[in-house]
Nanobody
Framework: QVQLVESGGGLVQAGGSLRLSCAAS????????IGWFRQAPGKEREFVGT????????YYADSVKGRFTISGDNAKNTVYLQMDSLKPEDTAVYYC????????????????WGQGTQVTVSS
């Protein structure tokens, strides 16, 4: 089993930045990739971006491309989501998810989920 814990959420003004962390513990050798998703009130959970565990392959949703950056620190078993130029429409609960093999945009293909962290962007 793998446990994922997100941190770093908060309230920020439009145009500002936040960095979220996703710390993995447990059977981390089984992880192939980490994905970031977000869910705004009344909306479905949507894909934000993903990174494979070696860090060699990263891709993003079009809505965040050029503003968000995913990186990883294997020594700390932690993946980061750097969010710059934040917009009010980025307001959501952000989740990280773990996948045993490959990378994917599909939330149904992920095996492990964190509890989420709230990000609120004020205008």
């Amino acid at each position: 089993q793998v446990q994922l814990v997100e941190s770093g959420g908060g309230l920020v003004q439009a145009g500002g930045s936040l960095r979220l962390s996703c710390a993995a513990s447990g059977l981390t050798v089984s992880l192939g990739a980490i994905g970031w998703f977000r869910q705004a009130p009344g909306k479905e959970r949507e894909f934000v971006g993903t990174i494979n565990w070696s860090g060699s392959y990263i891709y993003y949703a079009d809505s965040v491309k050029g503003r968000f950056t995913i990186s990883g620190d294997n020594a700390k078993n932690t993946v980061y989501l750097q969010m710059d130029s934040l917009k009010p429409e980025d307001t959501a609960v952000y989740y990280c998810a773990g996948k045993r093999t490959g990378t994917s945009r599909s939330r149904s293909s992920y095996d492990y989920w964190g509890q989420g962290t709230q990000v609120t962007v004020s205008s």
